[in-house]
């Protein structure tokens, strides 16, 4: 026996399943085209008019490993790239996030100098993400690109990145200085890091509720 | 084995196991024996552990029910009841971990912790109790106050200590309407979830790479400092996903990769006792920087390090599984 809500949810994912997730709750497949269109219409009231989508990111869509992406059922397919994309996260933040700790006085009796050696798992993991990243964005190139909030997501990796590189190289690249000089040139930098990394995290997991189209000509919400 | 099957198995474990605790709990307390103190300590953290694969499958046990001769109104009530209840436990198991922790550096854990474990493995006892209880009423007419056995629908009868209780316990539609109504709240707390996992990854995944051989020019005891880190990021991870379970249990409960999750978390539990409960941790802790481990500490820091990929890997794929169990009942 189930329950209306269970039902609700299968309904949900046969639909869903298309777009990996990014369908908003409560997005109803069976409108009316007539409605639809006046969905859309009020949508693209709301967005100002002239926001015109580029023709490229169809073409993009349409091509066939976007295509395998988006709609091959295999479990090495989306999810397996999405799964990666996590992995490679933990790493890059994980590794950044403890070093960043450190300077920041936690845990104090662990040798500093050492700790440069996390910088190879961090510009791993950051290989992993721009990878998996640059194919999550094939798989939905319209989806990313129309939502501000991508921009918002690739401006705190940038910043994050940035920060990052500095402490490599200001604050670990100098195998003369004293821990304690270490600590000092590295502290803001550490803050920075992790409100940059946050941001980076907060930004990207708000992605599936903040999209305009699930794919070129599909306005998403309504 | 289905659900039912499952969720019978696992709902005498917190039941008894915090009762167990609580008695160890009470003589270490009246007879000041650390030891004892320890070993409750161990229990209620593996007993908050085994609660959650407990309250995971009510809800799939919930769904084998329903149907004419079951009360909604006595499910529903059970399922208030172990909402509240949950929370208590998990309390108490963190209380414990803290208790430990502390134990590690000074002869006996701090007095506010003793008084916090004291209270509310008490509490969570008198809850967890309430919990099984209710739970009992829905297929057991027999158990049932006042009932006359084989009433379909019957009129829920508290008594003075039920209704006290019950007015504390959420109601389940509304608790899961309330965690799903905002889409902000929803992103924080996924968000939060992640940030959890950044933060185990980083201190226990670091601890692990160190013990088996890499970065050997890192001692290991102040490495081992940044594990309350992992241990808050693993308290945020089981608050966030309870929440989301319980806000949206039908996306998960079906889902093979939820239970290949939840399983690899409780063999992270054996992982942990492996460690800590056996001499491993104290032959690994003297390591100093370029000390090699020995080939058990090695053993356990890659397995314990498997299962952490393992729990994120499932977790993955909780959503394109999500269906896979369903119809197996």
């Known amino acids: 026996m189930l329950d209306a809500r269970v039902e609700a949810v299968i309904f949900d994912r046969f639909y869903s399943g298309l777009n990996h997730g990014v369908c908003a709750p409560g997005a109803n497949p069976q409108m009316s085209p007539g409605l639809l269109e006046a969905r859309d219409s009020g949508f693209n009231a709301r967005l100002g008019a002239k926001l015109v989508v580029p023709v490229i990111f169809n073409t993009i869509e349409q091509s066939g490993i976007s295509r395998w992406l988006r709609e091959s059922q295999s479990l090495f397919g989306?999810?397996?790239?999405l799964l990666f994309h996590t992995i490679g996260m933990s790493l890059v933040v994980g590794a950044n996030a403890v070093v960043d700790l450190r300077i920041l006085g936690v845990a104090s009796d662990i040798p500093l100098q050492p700790l440069k050696r996390l910088f190879a798992i961090m510009w791993t993991g950051l290989g992993i993400n721009v990878t998996t990243g640059l194919l999550l964005l094939t798989a939905y190139p319209t989806k990313a690109l129309t939502n501000p909030d991508f921009y918002v997501k690739l401006s705190f990796i940038g910043l994050a990145v940035f920060t990052m590189y500095r402490m490599n190289v200001r604050v670990f690249?100098?195998?003369?200085?004293?821990?304690?000089?270490?600590?000092?040139?590295?502290?803001?930098?550490?803050?920075?890091?992790?409100?940059?990394?946050?941001?980076?995290?907060?930004?990207?997991r708000l992605l599936s509720e903040t999209a305009r189209y699930f794919f070129y000509g599909h306005p998403a919400g309504g | 084995m289905n659900y039912a099957h499952l969720h019978l198995l696992l709902n005498h474990v917190p039941v008894i196991g915090s009762i167990v605790g609580l008695g160890l709990f009470l003589i270490?307390?009246?007879?000041?024996?650390?030891?004892?103190?320890?070993?409750?300590?161990?229990?209620?953290?593996a007993i908050a552990l085994l609660t959650i694969p407990a309250f995971l499958s009510g809800f799939g046990a919930q769904q084998m029910i329903k149907g004419p001769g079951v009360s909604d109104a006595l499910i529903s009530r059970h399922?208030?009841?172990?909402?509240?209840?949950?929370?208590?436990?998990?309390?108490?198991?963190?209380?414990?971990?803290?208790?430990?922790?502390?134990?590690?550096?000074a002869a006996r854990p701090s007095r506010w912790n003793v008084s916090a474990v004291l209270l509310f493995s008490l509490m969570t006892v008198v809850l967890i109790g309430r919990t099984g209880n209710t739970g009992g009423d829905i297929r057991h007419p027999e158990v049932r106050p006042g009932q006359e056995a084989g009433v379909a629908d019957p009129t829920i009868t508290e008594g003075t200590i039920g209704a006290f209780l019950h007015t504390f316990e959420p109601d389940p539609e509304k608790f899961s309407e309330l965690v799903t109504a905002s889409k902000w709240w929803w992103t924080f707390m996924m968000a939060a979830h992640f940030l959890g996992l950044i933060l185990i990854v980083g201190t226990v995944g670091l601890l692990d790479i160190r013990i088996m051989g890499f970065l050997k020019q890192l001692p290991i005891a102040p490495l081992h400092r940044l594990l309350p880190w992992g241990l808050a990021g693993l308290g945020v991870n089981i608050v966030t996903g309870l929440l989301a379970f319980a806000g949206r249990p039908e996306n998960y409960i079906f889902s093979a990769a939820l239970w290949?999750?939840?399983?690899?978390?409780?063999?992270?539990?054996?992982?942990?006792?492996?460690?800590?409960?056996?001499?491993?941790?104290?032959q690994v802790e003297k390591l100093q920087a370029g000390e090699d481990a020995p080939f058990a500490a090695k053993l356990v820091a890659a397995s314990g390090l498997f299962l952490w990929f393992a729990v994120i890997t499932m977790g993955r794929y909780i959503q394109p599984l999500t269906d896979t169990l369903l119809g197996t009942n």
Do not use: C, H, P
């Not at chain 2, 309390?91 to 971990?97: E, F, I, N, P, Q």
């Open chain 2, 79 to 105: 399922e208030g009841s172990a909402l509240l209840s949950l929370w208590f436990m998990e309390l108490t198991g963190a209380l414990a971990l803290i208790g430990l922790w502390q134990s590690q550096t």
């Open chain 2, 260 to 282: 290949l999750k939840i399983l690899s978390l409780l063999l992270l539990g054996v992982n942990a006792a492996a460690f800590y409960l056996t001499d491993i941790f104290g």
């Open chain 2, 28 to 45: 270490s307390f009246f007879g000041k024996n650390e030891d004892l103190r320890r070993a409750s300590y161990i229990i209620f953290a």
């Open chain 1, 78 to 81: 989306f999810y397996f790239i």
């Open chain 1, 173 to 204: 690249g100098d195998a003369s200085l004293s821990e304690a000089a270490m600590v000092a040139k590295g502290k803001i930098m550490a803050v920075w890091s992790l409100v940059f990394w946050i941001g980076a995290v907060g930004s990207g």
